[in-house]
């Protein structure tokens, strides 16, 4: 949620509780149920066929366009990018384990990395890792999260290619070494998916957006009955965001 958005929530509570004396606490909740679009009827094409997310946050990551080892020239400045991991069927011991990476300043920045028992299989032999399958998903979950809580001290590094698989690597800053915990493969998304997601996207914030107007609906309308010339004072000044709500 961004700053500017958290400070519009925050002098809305306290306004209304000025005007209407209703508690702060009490119109923060319902800023904030608001925004929560999990009660909409849109479906998330990542989990169209079965999927349940374990993760799904940003990370700071370095990423490369150019042929690169885990840990050549990292230093570069780290960019955010959102990592979601999803699991089909049961999550003690799922079918596929799938990753995405996507970009809230790149809409069309999405690769995935999708396995099976068996393509696990090959990964750990080459890889020599001391996981099993069903233990995988809690792999992926413990290095992101340790990324996310430590960025200079757990790397994660991305080679990125815009027509063949891409490479992630999660590397440990060891000071006089970098340690390769983990590299997984990232392939682009087919353009279809590409389209379905952005279109999930428009749709899940042109919902959200018209939850928040009639909220400050409602906020417009308390304050038009408890001070109605604080409401005249709030119409007169420039509206800067379109499709601002004006109560009449």
Request: overall charge negative.
């Amino acid at each position: 949620m961004s700053s500017s958005l958290t400070r519009g929530k925050s002098n809305a509570s306290a306004l209304v509780h000025e005007v209407s004396g209703v508690g702060p606490d009490a119109i923060e909740i319902a800023l904030h149920s608001a925004m929560d679009t999990s009660c909409l009827s849109l479906v998330d094409p990542s989990k169209a066929e079965g999927y349940e997310a374990l993760f799904d946050d940003e990370v700071l990551s370095e990423v490369r366009s150019s042929e690169a080892e885990a840990g050549e020239g990292i230093g570069q400045a780290p960019q955010a990018l959102r990592v979601r991991v999803l699991v089909a069927g049961d999550p003690s011991r799922p079918s596929r384990v799938r990753a995405e990476i996507v970009c809230e300043h790149d809409l069309f920045l999405y690769y995935a990395h999708e396995v099976d028992e068996e393509q696990f299989a090959e990964m750990k032999d080459a890889q020599k890792l001391t996981c099993d399958w069903k233990g995988y998903p809690q792999v992926l979950l413990r290095l992101l999260q340790q990324s996310a809580k430590a960025p200079h001290h757990f790397v994660i590094f991305i080679k990125q290619s815009d027509s063949s698989p891409g490479r992630l690597w999660f590397v440990q800053n060891m000071e006089h070494k970098f340690v390769e915990l983990l590299s997984v493969e990232f392939s682009p998304v087919e353009e279809d998916m590409v389209r379905d997601r952005l279109d999930y996207r428009y749709k899940a914030v042109k919902a959200q957006l018209a939850i928040v107007q009639a909220c400050l609906a409602d906020v417009y309308a308390v304050i038009k009955l408890k001070n109605p010339s604080l409401l005249r004072q709030l119409q007169n000044i420039p509206q800067r965001v379109s499709g601002a709500v004006h109560i009449t």
